[in-house]
């Protein structure tokens, strides 16, 4: 029995988050916590899926009646992806899969992106349908926003592409940026954002004060783009003074929390170039960027914050068969 095991990299948000929804672009790089797909194909007519990590046991699903309603949460993602997988290139077949993961789903890293990356690609190699990275980037980003109904999709080109990128919503532009390993430290808040409910509710904002939103996103956008080049000469003092202040800018939308805000005072505070939150805010993690000689202050600084802190490497591989 032939199968194929596929892994995608999860991500961190550098900058630019919220403004990337509206057509402004941010930096997201690739780290090395994996979701891994394990994928063989069965004579029985039924997709059965394990996911162990997300509780999902023995989960069984006729190919025929793939929907993307009435199925587990840690379901969705797999099942919508081989739908769309199967829609696209007009197939039907009984197929088996496993996903584990190297992290949890609880950190903002980008899970549910990953997992579906993962299995359109392993989908991909078994059925011998050669996709371009462009291909698997758009069907991928077809079934985040399918389930989700919202994001920018920049964490999808991580899964795809890795390495550290510059991405403007819906991958209108998907660029590599040369770096070295950003030094970075993560400090997980212990508690799970509804990515989600946030957009929502930043959407509320901006309706209602739509200049003040625009000029915000307008700035968040020079940002980025100066934030590119520091990355790209390994300037890593100026990109903490730029992550600083793109931190004051969503404190402004009222995104961050108390204890993010602790958080990044701490490490700033203990010698980080700069801190701010990663993601959608309301939890998840925050980053900082710190001197090697400052890292071990910064992350006890974190600590004392209640923070937790995360090994990751920023800069790695994208999607690739094992
Ligand atoms: C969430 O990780 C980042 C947001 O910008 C949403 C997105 O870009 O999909 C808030």
């Given at each position: 029995m032939q199968s194929i095991t596929t892994s995608a990299p999860g991500k961190l948000l550098l900058m630019g988050e919220h403004a990337v929804v509206y057509d402004h672009p941010c930096i997201v790089t690739a780290v090395n916590h994996r979701m891994k797909i394990r994928l063989f194909l069965t004579d029985d007519n039924q997709m059965t899926l394990n996911a162990p990590d997300v509780e999902v046991m023995n989960y069984q699903k006729s190919v025929?009646?793939?929907?993307?309603?009435?199925?587990?949460?840690?379901?969705?993602?797999?099942?919508?992806a081989v739908r769309n997988f199967f829609q696209t290139y007009h197939l039907k077949q009984g197929i088996n899969i496993t996903s584990?993961?190297?992290?949890?789903?609880?950190?903002?890293?980008?899970?549910?992106?990953?997992?579906?990356?993962?299995?359109?690609?392993a989908l991909s190699e078994i059925f011998d349908k050669s996709m371009s990275d462009r291909e698997l980037f758009d069907l991928s980003y077809k079934t985040?926003?399918?389930?989700?109904?919202?994001?920018?999709?920049?964490?999808?080109?991580?899964?795809?592409y890795g390495g550290t990128l510059f991405f403007v919503t819906g991958g209108k532009r998907i660029e590599p940026i040369s770096v070295q390993n950003i030094p970075l430290v993560v400090g997980y808040t212990g508690v799970k954002a509804d990515t989600v409910k946030i957009i929502e509710r930043v959407k509320k904002i901006a309706d209602q004060y739509p200049i003040f939103v625009e000029g915000i996103y307008g700035l968040i956008e020079e940002l980025v783009k100066e934030a590119k080049t520091c990355l790209e000469k390994n300037n890593f003092a100026e990109f903490g003074k730029l992550m600083i202040m793109n931190q004051g800018l969503l404190e402004s939308l009222g995104v961050s929390t108390e204890k993010l805000s602790q958080m990044n005072s701490g490490a700033i505070k203990?010698?980080?170039?700069?801190?701010?939150?990663?993601?959608?805010?309301?939890?998840?993690?925050?980053?900082?960027?710190?001197p090697a000689e400052k890292r071990s202050e910064v992350s006890t600084a974190i600590e004392k914050s209640g923070g937790t802190i995360i090994d990751v490497q920023t800069n790695t591989n994208g999607i690739r068969v094992e």
């Open positions: 025929s009646s793939l929907v993307s309603h009435d199925m587990p949460k840690g379901a969705q993602f797999v099942e919508i584990t993961s190297d992290f949890s789903s609880q950190f903002g890293f980008g899970s549910s992106s990953a997992v579906t990356v993962a299995t359109i690609k985040v926003l399918d389930i989700q109904g919202k994001g920018s999709g920049f964490d999808v080109a991580a899964a795809v203990a010698g980080a170039y700069g801190a701010k939150l990663s993601g959608a805010g309301g939890g998840d993690c925050m980053i900082a960027v710190a």
